[in-house]
């Protein structure tokens, strides 16, 4: 390569032709549609967001699973109650099923104990998270959500270029780097040329029990000028609420009402081309 003249017409040795990182499933499974739920930031939600969207999906009659790729901050068979090991039969693993048929994988599943914490190296954390996709059977699945790590770092990196992912939902809250954030997100998505599918504000207001009013606990909303300004037409605002926090707590978070998640959900299905 010393004596490259750049004439990449007359060269034979294709080093700047794209390289294809793509990592195909297991033999048999089948997933037609994948969603990243991403922030630029942690401590947002999204992997409250991840389950909530699932179990929306399932109750509309879809397959949905959750491939948990915050490998470091596993919470997501705690949100679902799920305490048994995934199987396995030599050849491939099997996801965990929720009580309401939701398919999930996640390290906290295959760890001897879900307290063990993960010592590994980005490229180990990218590398296990490759396999969540390649070595899971995951059965017939319309809607797979995958719960990203914060940030734009190897997971996100390795999610983007090995898995198809068809778009990307970004979360984030109201304070006053939301449009960092979001621009983070939004920026990542562009370069992977991957659509953004909407914005969910999470912890928007927390609504009064006693009289209903509204209150901004963490500052007025910015997701509708934020979206506006990115072009994003699908945005939800989800509340500050301590009956959700109590069922995911207890493993219950199918149980969670998906009104404020109804609409955004709707955009979603019929933007990936299902409609029921």
């Known amino acids: 390569m010393s004596d490259c003249n750049h004439d990449c017409s007359n060269c034979a ?24 739920v991403v922030s630029g930031k942690g401590g947002v939600g999204k992997s409250l967001v991840t389950c909530l969207l699932a179990a929306e999906m399932q109750r509309r009659g879809y397959r949905a699973a959750v491939l948990d790729a915050d490998i470091t901050g596993p919470s997501v068979p705690k949100s679902f109650g799920l305490t048994e090991h995934a199987t396995g039969n030599g050849e491939v693993l099997f996801p965990a099923l929720t009580e309401n048929g939701t398919q999930v994988m996640s390290i906290n599943l295959i760890l001897d104990s879900e307290n063990q914490p993960v010592v590994w190296r980005g490229p180990v954390i ?45 979360v984030t809250s109201p304070q ?14 562009n370069m992977m040329d ?47 609420d301590p009956a959700v926090a109590s069922l995911v707590d207890a493993g219950k978070v199918e149980d969670v009402s998906g009104e404020n998640l109804s609409a955004f959900a709707d955009e979603i299905e019929h933007g990936c081309g299902f409609s029921h």
């Open 194 to 240: 991957i659509p953004v599918l909407g914005i969910v504000e999470n912890m928007a207001y927390f609504k009064c029990p006693d009289c209903g009013k509204e209150h901004a606990i963490f500052g007025e909303s910015k997701v509708a000028a934020i979206a506006e300004e990115f072009g994003i037409d699908n945005t939800a605002r989800l509340p500050i």
């Open 126 to 170: 990218a590398g296990a998270v490759t396999q969540f996709w390649t070595d899971v059977f995951w059965e017939d699945v319309d809607f797979m959500f995958v719960d990203m790590p914060p940030g734009t770092g190897d997971v996100p990196l390795t999610v983007f270029q090995s898995l198809p992912v068809d778009g990307v939902v970004i």
């Open 13 to 36: 040795e294709k080093c700047s032709e794209p390289v294809d990182f793509r990592k195909y499933l297991h033999e048999g499974a089948s997933v037609k549609k994948v969603i990243a």
């Open 176 to 189: 006053d780097l939301v449009k960092m954030i979001v621009e983070k997100a939004v920026n990542m998505a």
